[in-house]
């Protein structure tokens, strides 16, 4: 069974950093790209990043609003993913989610979420 | 950026309704789109894959269309269980982007 779950939630002051785990067990983590998407109280999904497999040489994509101050990476021998969020602010206060992608008939897709961890920017 | 313009952002509806959402793209995405499902409190759940692929498990009530830009998510006949808030998303450029949300509520 797939599994993803994160934890490293939690408060932190603006300007802070905090680390965000995605543990994967139940598939070959290696094979596949994985997303962070996140969600601020009571608004809709946005897309945080990517980091792809070994073959792509684990490369990284991130949105705008991340960029120079989140870091994608993982640990292929431990299945787990990673965001490094450092320069918080409060506008980045939301439930992180990691995501599954899979290319499925030509298009790329999630197929599977974790239960989501908090994290809450605030002084 | 393409930039997914959801609609409508709420409605109410009615068991056994038929109820259609709608998802622009400011440019074209071929049939990169996807189809996700939200309960509160709850991680999103895939429904539609390429436009119009129906994920293993859903039901067949749910169905996707389109492609380009300008994509569609029917629900030919609203049950109770269907009451939550559905996102668009596209894969075809980064940054992936997601429609605002529709939320589906109870008349």
């Known amino acids: 069974e797939v599994q993803l779950v994160e934890s490293g939630g939690g408060l932190v002051q603006p300007g802070g950093s905090l680390r965000l785990s995605c543990a994967a067990s139940?598939?070959?983590?290696?094979?596949?790209?994985m997303d962070w998407v996140r969600q601020a109280p009571g608004k809709g999904l946005e897309w945080v990043g990517r980091t792809r497999d070994k073959a792509h040489s684990y490369t990284t994509e991130y949105a705008a609003s991340v960029k120079g101050r989140f870091t994608i990476s993982r640990d292929d021998s431990k299945n787990s993913l990673y965001v490094q969020m450092n320069r918080l602010k409060s506008e980045d206060t939301a439930v992180y989610y990691c995501?599954?992608?899979?290319?499925?008939?030509?298009?790329?897709?999630?197929?599977?979420w974790g239960q989501g961890t908090l994290v809450t920017v605030s002084s | 950026d393409i930039q997914m313009t959801q609609s409508p952002s709420s409605l109410s509806a009615s068991v056994g309704d038929r109820v259609t959402i709608t998802c622009r793209s400011s440019?074209?995405?071929?049939?990169?789109l996807g189809w996700y499902q939200q309960k509160p409190g709850k991680a999103p759940k895939r429904l539609i894959y390429?436009?119009?692929r129906l994920q293993s498990g859903v039901p067949s009530r749910f169905s996707g269309s389109g492609s380009g830009t300008e994509f569609t998510l029917t629900i030919s006949s609203l049950q109770p269980e269907d009451f939550a808030t559905y996102y668009c998303?596209?894969?075809?450029?980064?940054?992936?982007?997601f429609g605002g949300g529709t939320k589906v509520e109870i008349k």
């Open positions: 390429g436009a119009s």
């Open positions: 998303l596209q894969h075809n450029s980064y940054p992936l982007t």
């Open positions: 440019q074209g995405i071929r049939n990169d």
């Open positions: 139940g598939f070959t983590f290696s094979d596949h790209y």
């Open positions: 995501a599954r992608v899979i290319v499925d008939s030509g298009t790329y897709t999630y197929d599977y």
